[in-house]
Structure formats: structure tokens, C-alpha cells
């Protein structure tokens, strides 16, 4: 390289150097110095490079003294903290000054004091960025960490890692991604000493984290109300611990990337993490949107699924108040005055509508609870819930509906009360396709960022779902009130017990459960499972998952997400292990075996077989819909749906797709087949986008398979189908054919039905879910319905008795 060459390269290095100049510039602010809004170059900048503090634009010539990301780590500057995010000012004349006395003071143009921090200090000080992001006023020849002001101790709606919420501090959201002013959000700690969530307008505060209805000393709220030093920190290898017992942890755990807790505008926390230049979830509070409160407005149902993202519509009979602004509600189509007489009930299942109740009435009839309300020209309508540990119903009148939550893992119903005009007829549910009042539309999805960005999509719903951790515990406590399964009081509390006993187990402690992996139960795609005895005693099936060429790190966090995700109808995973190769996962143990093994015995009776069905139902409209994080099974076959002791099915080996391949996670391009011959949906075939309606074909073929006694794949046909010949292509064909060519309802359902139920079955029962598996199994996917449309079409059947009250 000759001589001009070099000059010139070394030009070039010092050139990019500069060019980067905001972030090379000085961290201390001196005494009797300012910093000027009108220049650019007066910012502060942290000597690690990571923070900026100066005037941040947030409108039309309107300025906030803030720390933020420096661009050249994140190129969208993320605000971190702001002294006056409330009065900005001018973006002319306005500055920050450090005077001779000590006094830290903010003015605006016209000279007008906007923020200040003010006290007396006796030597020399100085305004420091350090390099956690603290901006601290400290003592010259003071000792570092002696501060006199920090702005840690005044967060806005961020904290970062080593900043400490204590009982005096909080955070408040921002009002939208571009407003930064105080929005109606909060986070603190309550009295009680619980880290909380609440919504906060100036007629309405409620708080919705952690769920309203968990009382916070209660076994399975994991919060402890008894630690009165209401501290909480985040520190740099990404734990965050509070001292009510609340703890979570990033997905990306460990000291490296740029982390921050901030509690977004649309009212959820977030923990994100900074990768290759953009914010990454890692961690949220609440992964069903719709618990969050002040989203829809009063009068309004709030329902989230995987396609349509959030959703806001207007209880029957009422109708939206301002159609741009769902947070205003719904208001009622029908006026005058009361009349009990006029007024009757419309049944709607699996809603919730939360607080605002004004009584509880214990052990009360439906007839009863509906009495009562009539009677209250207040009364709106009523919650109607099994209360297990009683064993009788209560009834929750409404004078207020707010929060209003439809979520097929809700056992409970709600009744609203409507004028009987208004009442649909039978056939119409509350969904109310056409004829009934209701309004429908789509809020824009939470993330606004990542649109039109397949990378990011797939970053979000993984991340997303990250926030499980935290909404199982929600999530399974509620479970445990609301249940609507007949699941007695034990099981409840070993499932608390044994969900808290989540955790890692070393190689040597698994070799030694399952006696040197010696007791063989089942053997599929993914790995080997052995019976084994945990160091506790408890019986477990340990997965050994073969060789994948997965990090560690991406192993704990799919398996932080699989295990965490929690519903009666899915198998539990107690712990795992990742030691070197070795990727082994620790499930529990159900002694009844799979429904594979149990189809030919004649303990699957009817109504066994049909709780099967609605409940392996549930179990994946929750994997499919209410764990934001989209999982596919893409395996579902009566191996992999397990039965415990009172014949519950619990659907097993799901998410292990991810587990062994990250490209899983991009559901639109699985790299290869998934699933076994018989129970695959053409898509796999036709090479079309895999979508949740692959796991519904496959549970219409199960489906059938236990009504029909017949096998899909062959296995099981021998000498039990002498009119059906093996494979799938048969099976649905058959099914068909016998329903069309038969003369009656009851000679097809005779054709049809496992030889081995003989007469013992309901009828109708028998026929819905003949015809639901029929849907499910279309060719066409669309055609198919989801599968909470299957629980919903089950369920509605299950209780048909009453649709709806109407008054005396
Ligand atoms: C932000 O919202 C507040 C309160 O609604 C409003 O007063 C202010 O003008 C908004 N600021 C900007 C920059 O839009
Ligand atoms: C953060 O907390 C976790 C759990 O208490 C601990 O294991 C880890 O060492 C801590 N990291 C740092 C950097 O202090
Ligand atoms: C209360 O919480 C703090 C912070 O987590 C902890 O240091 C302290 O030991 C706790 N006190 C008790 C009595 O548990
Ligand atoms: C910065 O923010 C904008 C808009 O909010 C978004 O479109 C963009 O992807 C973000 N960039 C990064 C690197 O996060
Ligand atoms: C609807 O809400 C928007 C925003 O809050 C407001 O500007 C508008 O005036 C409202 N419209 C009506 C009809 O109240
Ligand atoms: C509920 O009420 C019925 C009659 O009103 C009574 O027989 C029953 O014992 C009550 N159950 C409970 C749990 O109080
Ligand atoms: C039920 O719906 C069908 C068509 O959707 C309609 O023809 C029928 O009249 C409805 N039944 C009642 C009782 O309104
Ligand atoms: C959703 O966002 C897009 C783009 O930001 C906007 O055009 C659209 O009006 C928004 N829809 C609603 C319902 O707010």
C-alpha cells in the first residue's frame, strides 16, 4: 500500500470515528455550564457510548430533557427517562443549567422554571451520565456512589438493570408510542406490599395485575404480602426479583445484551432486550391481552385470537359510543323505563366480566340469581359460576359491565340482562352472525413496530409467548377458582405444587430415576420415554430427546415456554435437563397410559369417549389461541393423548417442533413433514401454508376413530373392519358414505359406532360429534373450524338446556 494510501485510510478510520460524534463526547456537566436546546451537539453522553442525556424532540417544537439510547446502538433513540414529560418545552431558548449553588434547573424559553432539583450543596458538584444510564448529580471529590440526586429514583415508565422500585417510586406508561406524556397506566406497590398493574382514569382505577380475584396470600398467587421493604430490581444478567416474591427472568438470560423493563402504552410490561439493534420481548406480564383492563370500555367484550389479534365488540343490545375510540364502550340500544316483566337473559358462555359486582350470593340458584336481578333495575345481568370447594353455585350481579373477557378457558357464564325483544331466538348465540346487535373491529395489533416484517413477526410471537411465564401463574391460579371440570380439590393443589416444583435436573439424577434409562414406555420422532422415580418420589416420564444442534440458551427458553404453559387438558412438564448433549425433559407420569392404548378396552365408555373429545378440544383451542404464542402440535394422534386416573385426556409431546428445529417457530415455512401417516392433513401433501387447522384435521380423525372404534392408520383394523380396508383415504370416505346412503339419523349412527359401545350412547350427542369431526377433516382447511369453534360447539350442545331465561 503506498504512502497516500495509508494517509487516506487513516482518514477514512478517523472520519468514521467523528462522524459517530454525539457519542463520543463528554459525560459530566459542570457547574455554571448548560446545555442548549437549540444545539445538537450539547448532549451527554455515558462513557461506555450506551446513553445520550439531553433534549429528546416529542412534538412540534417541544422538547424533554431525557436519557436515551445513543443511536448508534439503537437507531430509534428509545427514551429511558424524562425530568418533565408533562410540560416539554420550547424548542428555542430552553436549557438545562448546573448552576454555582448546586441547583439543577430546567427553563424554558420565556425563563419559566419547568423542573428542578434543588437543595444546597456545600462543595463543588457535577451532573454525571454514568454508564447504567443513571444521571446523577454527585459531589466532586465526593466517593462515586454518594449521590445527591439521581434520576433512578424518579423513573418514568423504564427501569433499567440495578435501578430499584421502591415503595416510593413507579412507573407510569406513556400515553401512545409517540405521546410521551403520563398515560393511564401504573406500575407500584400496592399497600398490601404487591407489585401491581392498574388502570388509572380520573372516574375509574382498577387493578388487573396480578388477577383482581387472587388473593395475594393464597397458595398459587406466588406473591407474599409480608415482606414490607417493597423493593424490586432487575439486574444485569436479566433476573428481576420484587420483594413480594414475584420473579421472572429474560428469555436471553445472562450478562450481554441491553435490557430495559418499560411499561408500554397499551399496559402491559415488558422486559425487551436489544439484538442486533432492535427491542426484542423477553418477558411480559400478561400475554392475554383482554386482561388488561380500559382496552374495550364498558359494555364491551374483548376477545383475542391468533389471526385477528384483539378484538373489541359491543355486548348484544349495545352499541358503540364513538366508533374511533373503543376505550369509550358501548352504550344501550334500548331506553324508557323499567319494566321486570319486559326483561329476560341472554346466556354467555365462557364469559367473564370482571369486578364491579356488588354482592356475592353464595350457594344460589340460577333461578334465584335471575330473580334477584330482575328485581334491580340496576342490575345489568350476573356471572353464574360452580364454586368447587363448595360444591354450589354463586351468583355475581353487575351493576357495572367492564372488562367484559371471553375465553374458552373460562368454566363460567354470564348472563346479560336484555329487553325480550331483544332476546335472539334459540339458534343464535351471542356471536350473533346476523340479526343480532353487534359491532365488530379490530384493534391494531399491540406491536405496531414489526409490521410488514415477516423476521419480526416471527421474533414477536416467540417472544410474546415469552410472557407465559408470568401468565401461567395468572393463569393457573384461575384455573384452579374457575375450573369447570369435575377435577376434585386434591388434584388442584398437587397441580399448584407440582407446577412450583418446575425445574432443571442434572444428567446423573435423571440416569439414576429411570435406573440407567431402563423402563422403556413409548418411543416417537422426538426421542425415547422412560418411566422413572424423581429424588421426591413422584413418578415421571422423562423424554431423552435425540441430538439436536440447539444451543443451551434457545433450549431453556423453548422449554421455559413449554413448560410454563398450563391447562387441565395438556401434560405438565416438571423440569428438564441440558447438560452437554444431552436434552432430556421431565413430564408427569399418567398411569392410564394414551387413548391409543385404551380404544379397544371397554373402560372408554360414552360418556368417557365424549369427554375425551370436548376436553382434548380445550386443550388445544388454549395451545392454539390463548397462549399468544401460536403452537402448533402438528402431531395429534391418540398416542399423544394421554388419560390420567378419572380417564382426563392430557395432550402430550406438543411444542417439541420447536424444540428440535427453531425453524418450527415460523409456522408458514416448516422445512419438513411433521406428523404421522393417517393423521396429516392434506396441506402437508399439497405443500400449502401449516396453519392451526392442521392439528384440527387430525383431531376430527381421532375423533372418529374413537366413535367408530375404527382405525385410520391400519393398525388397529385387523379383524375389527371387515368393510374398511387401511389408511385415511378410507376412514372419512366410509364415514361419509355410510351417512349418505343411510335412510335415517339412527341406522347411519348405528352403522357408524364402535360395535364395542353397543346401544349405550346419546343419540344426538353421538350425531354432533360425528358431524363436527366431519368438518374438521375437510379437504379444504378453511372450510374446517378452529378448534374453540369446536369447544364452543360442544360445549353449547353439552348444556343446551338453557339458552336463556326469560322473566315471570
Ligand atoms: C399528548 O397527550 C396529552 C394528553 O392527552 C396532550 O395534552 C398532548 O398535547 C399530547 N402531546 C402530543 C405531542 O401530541
Ligand atoms: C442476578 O440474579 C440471579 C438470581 O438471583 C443470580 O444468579 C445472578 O448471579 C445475578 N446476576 C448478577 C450480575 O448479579
Ligand atoms: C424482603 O425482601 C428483601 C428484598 O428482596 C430481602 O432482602 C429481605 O431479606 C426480605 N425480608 C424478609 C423478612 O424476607
Ligand atoms: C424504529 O421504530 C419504527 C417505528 O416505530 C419501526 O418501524 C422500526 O422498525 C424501528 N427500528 C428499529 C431498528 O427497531
Ligand atoms: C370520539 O373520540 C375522539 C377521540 O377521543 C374525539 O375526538 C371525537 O370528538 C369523539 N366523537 C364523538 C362523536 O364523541
Ligand atoms: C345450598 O342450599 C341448599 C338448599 O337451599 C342446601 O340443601 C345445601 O346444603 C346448601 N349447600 C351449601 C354448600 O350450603
Ligand atoms: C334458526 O335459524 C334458522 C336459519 O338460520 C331460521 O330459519 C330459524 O327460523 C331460526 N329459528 C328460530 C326459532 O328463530
Ligand atoms: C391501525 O393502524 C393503521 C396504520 O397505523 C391505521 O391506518 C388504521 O386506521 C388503524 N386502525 C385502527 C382501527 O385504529
Known amino acids: ?377 340496576d342490575c345489568k345481568g350476573f356471572q353464574f359460576k360452580y364454586n368447587f370447594d363448595e360444591g354450589s353455585y354463586y351468583c355475581f350481579p353487575k351493576i357495572l359491565l367492564l372488562n367484559g373477557c371471553r375465553t374458552t378457558s373460562f368454566g363460567g357464564d354470564f348472563y346479560l340482562k336484555l329487553p325480550k325483544s331483544r332476546l335472539c331466538s334459540e339458534n343464535c348465540s351471542e356471536e350473533s352472525r346476523s340479526g343480532c346487535p353487534n359491532v365488530n373491529q379490530i384493534l391494531n395489533r399491540t406491536y405496531e413496530k414489526g409490521k410488514e416484517n415477516g423476521y419480526v413477526k416471527v421474533l414477536l410471537w416467540f417472544s410474546t409467548a415469552l410472557g407465559i411465564v408470568e401468565f401461567i401463574c395468572i393463569f393457573l391460579v384461575w384455573c384452579i377458582l374457575f375450573r369447570s371440570n369435575e377435577d376434585n380439590k386434591v388434584t388442584t393443589k398437587e397441580y399448584v405444587q407440582a407446577a412450583s416444583r418446575f425445574r432443571r435436573y442434572t444428567y446423573s439424577e435423571l440416569k439414576k430415576a429411570t435406573k440407567n434409562f431402563t423402563e422403556e414406555i413409548g418411543r416417537g420422532g422426538a426421542g425415547i420415554v422412560y418411566r422413572g422415580a424423581l429424588p421426591d418420589q413422584r413418578i415421571a416420564a422423562i423424554k431423552r430427546l435425540h441430538e439436536a444442534d440447539q444451543g443451551e440458551a434457545e433450549f431453556l427458553a423453548e422449554v421455559s415456554t413449554i413448560g410454563r404453559l398450563n391447562h387441565m387438558n395438556l401434560i405438565e412438564m416438571w423440569g428438564y435437563c441440558v447438560e452437554g448433549k444431552h436434552r432430556l425433559l421431565v413430564y408427569e407420569y399418567l398411569e392410564n397410559g394414551s387413548l391409543a392404548d385404551n380404544l379397544s378396552k371397554t373402560a372408554l365408555n360414552w360418556a368417557r369417549r365424549f369427554e375425551i373429545a370436548i376436553s382434548t378440544a380445550k386443550g388445544l383451542a388454549y395451545l392454539h389461541e390463548e397462549c399468544l404464542e401460536w403452537i402448533l402440535h402438528c402431531d395429534i394422534k391418540p398416542q399423544n393423548i394421554l388419560l390420567d386416573s378419572n380417564f382426563q385426556p392430557k395432550v402430550a409431546d406438543f411444542g417439541l417442533s420447536k424444540l428440535l428445529s427453531r425453524g418450527g417457530i415460523n409456522t408458514s415455512s416448516f422445512s419438513s413433514v411433521r406428523g404421522t401417516r393417517g393423521y396429516m392433513a392434506p396441506e402437508w401433501v399439497y405443500n400449502l401454508p401449516i396453519t392451526s387447522k392442521v392439528d384440527v384435521y387430525s383431531y376430527g380423525i381421532v375423533v372418529l376413530e374413537m366413535l367408530t372404534g375404527k382405525s385410520s392408520t391400519g393398525a388397529r383394523a385387523e379383524g375389527r373392519s371387515a368393510d374398511l380396508e387401511q389408511g385415511q383415504e378410507r376412514l372419512v370416505p366410509w364415514a361419509r358414505k355410510k351417512i349418505n346412503g343411510a335412510t335415517s339419523a339412527e341406522t347411519w349412527i348405528e352403522e357408524v359406532a364402535d360395535p364395542m359401545l353397543g346401544k349405550d350412547y346419546d343419540i344426538d350427542k353421538m350425531k354432533l360429534l360425528i358431524e363436527v369431526a366431519l368438518q374438521c377433516v375437510q379437504e379444504d382447511m378453511h372450510a374446517r373450524p378452529t378448534m374453540s369453534q369446536v369447544v364452543q360447539m360442544l360445549s353449547l350442545h353439552d348444556n343446551e338446556a338453557s339458552q336463556y331465561f326469560q322473566g315471570p
Open 1 to 377: 500500500m503506498d504512502m497516500w494510501g495509508r494517509v487516506y485510510s487513516f482518514l477514512f478510520v478517523f472520519l468514521q470515528i467523528f462522524s459517530l460524534s454525539p457519542c463520543v463526547a463528554f459525560d459530566i456537566l459542570k457547574q455554571d455550564k448548560f446545555l442548549h436546546v437549540q444545539k445538537p451537539e450539547d448532549v451527554l453522553v455515558s462513557a461506555n457510548g450506551v446513553f445520550n442525556a439531553g433534549f429528546y424532540p416529542v412534538g412540534e417544537n417541544a422538547f424533554c430533557f431525557s436519557v436515551w439510547f445513543c443511536n448508534s446502538i439503537d437507531p430509534n433513540r428509545t427514551v429511558v427517562w424524562m425530568a418533565n414529560r408533562d410540560q416539554p418545552v420550547n424548542g428555542i431558548g430552553s436549557k438545562l443549567e448546573l448552576l454555582r449553588n448546586g441547583k439543577l434547573i430546567l427553563t424554558d424559553a420565556g425563563r419559566r422554571t419547568e423542573w428542578t432539583v434543588d437543595f444546597v450543596a456545600a462543595s463543588p458538584v457535577q451532573l454525571k451520565l454514568l454508564n447504567t444510564g443513571n444521571l446523577v448529580l454527585q459531589q466532586l471529590d465526593g466517593t462515586d456512589d454518594a449521590f445527591l440526586w439521581q434520576s433512578f429514583n424518579s423513573p418514568a415508565d423504564t427501569l433499567l438493570p440495578d435501578q430499584v422500585l421502591t415503595k416510593d417510586t413507579y412507573l407510569i406508561s406513556s400515553k401512545s408510542r409517540s405521546n410521551y406524556s403520563s398515560g393511564n397506566y401504573k406500575l407500584y406497590f400496592a399497600d398490601n406490599n404487591v407489585l401491581r398493574l392498574s388502570y388509572q382514569v380520573p372516574d375509574i382505577t382498577s387493578v388487573y395485575w396480578p388477577a383482581p380475584w387472587l388473593v395475594p396470600w393464597e397458595k398459587g398467587s406466588e406473591r407474599s404480602t409480608y415482606n414490607s421493604s417493597r423493593v424490586a430490581v432487575l439486574n444485569s444478567s436479566g433476573y428481576f426479583r420484587s420483594s413480594d416474591d414475584l420473579w421472572f427472568w429474560a428469555a436471553d438470560l445472562g450478562i450481554g445484551p441491553l435490557r430495559r423493563l418499560t411499561l408500554d402504552p397499551d399496559g402491559n410490561l415488558r422486559l425487551y432486550s436489544l439484538q442486533d439493534g432492535r427491542w426484542i420481548v423477553s418477558w411480559q406480564s400478561i400475554s392475554q391481552q383482554c386482561r388488561i383492563h380500559g382496552l374495550c370500555g364498558q359494555n364491551s367484550l374483548c376477545k383475542f385470537d391468533h389471526v385477528l389479534g384483539r378484538t373489541c365488540s359491543c355486548l348484544p343490545g349495545y352499541k358503540i359510543k364513538n366508533s374511533t375510540d373503543w376505550s369509550q364502550g358501548c352504550i344501550a340500544e334500548f331506553t324508557g323505563s323499567y319494566d321486570r316483566r319486559e326483561f329476560g337473559f341472554l346466556r354467555l358462555t365462557h364469559v367473564h366480566v370482571e369486578t364491579y359486582g356488588y354482592h356475592i350470593f353464595k350457594n344460589y340458584s340460577l333461578r334465584s340469581c335471575n330473580e334477584h336481578c330482575l328485581h334491580s333495575k
